[in-house]
């Protein structure tokens, strides 16, 4: 069993030696501003629209394959996952984010302020996230992801705050790579002395660098409490049957004995 600090070095280490989780995590933190993008009430349109569906899509296999090589850089041992297997974990991962959206837009329809609605967000994507990492990391179907998800918000209220934690700070990574990058990028294109300036493109580079670190770190965080949330749980119930077992046989032998 691992305490807090030992995951954060475990997940540091992990995450330096592992240069290509730069790389899909920036894609995947990518990939969910897009999504932020695209279902914002202005954006309902036709041609916009026609890329939401493919690009909930490519989060939820990139999320899902992201996902296993954490799992099976933690454990050491490389499962292959069979490809029908795979496809099942992918299609549960986008019904869960797809069925979070549409929470998420019909709650947005009451027009209520700001922030309770910034709350119920967190609230709802967050336990999205939850029932994605019992969907793709115990093998769950759809509705006994959500119910186990929903079960660890009354149980381990611990894990559920930090699966809102790490999803508030990924959708400020988002909001970081569009907002200071791409928009920004935008506006220099006005200017084509800034436009053509290293440095400009050099500052942006190093942000999204330091976005696709922070953001591999807290994949590869989120995934390694949730395995030793789950395998402590586990040993938990083993202990508590093996202390139910010998009270079992030791209350036979004292029967054995009287007899």
């Not at 660890?152 to 894990?159: A, E, G, I, N, Y």
Request: charged share 10%.
């Amino acid at each position: 069993m691992l305490t807090l600090l030992q995951i954060i070095h475990k997940s540091l280490i992990s995450t330096g030696r592992t240069p290509r989780w730069w790389i899909l995590a920036l894609a995947q933190v990518g990939l969910l501003a897009a999504i932020g993008e695209l279902a914002r009430p202005g954006n309902f349109k036709p041609v916009l629209m026609g890329w939401f569906l493919p690009v909930v899509f490519a989060l939820s296999t990139l999320t899902v394959w992201f996902w296993l090589g954490i799992e099976a850089k933690n454990s050491g041992i490389v499962k292959p996952v069979k490809p029908q297997v795979f496809v099942e974990f992918c299609l549960t991962a986008l019904g869960i984010i797809l069925f979070c959206l549409m929470i998420i837009g019909m709650f947005r329809l009451a027009h209520l302020t700001w922030i309770f609605s910034a709350l119920f967000s967190s609230l709802v994507s967050a336990t999205a996230l939850l029932a994605m990492l019992y969907a793709v990391l115990c093998g769950q179907l759809f509705l006994k992801s959500f119910r186990l998800a929903l079960f660890t918000w009354q149980k381990k209220t611990s894990l559920a705050a930090l699966s809102a934690f790490v999803f508030i700070l990924g959708h400020g990574f988002a909001f970081a790579l569009v907002h200071g990058a791409i928009l920004n990028g935008r506006s220099l294109e006005e200017f084509s002395v800034l436009n053509h300036s290293a440095t400009i493109w050099i500052l942006l580079f190093g942000l999204a660098v330091l976005i696709s670190i922070c953001a591999a770190f807290l994949n590869c965080f989120l995934v390694t409490v949730f395995l030793e949330t789950i395998n402590r749980k586990k040993d938990s119930e083993y202990v508590e049957k093996e202390i139910i077992k010998q009270s079992v046989l030791g209350v036979i032998n004292l029967k054995v004995k009287g007899d």
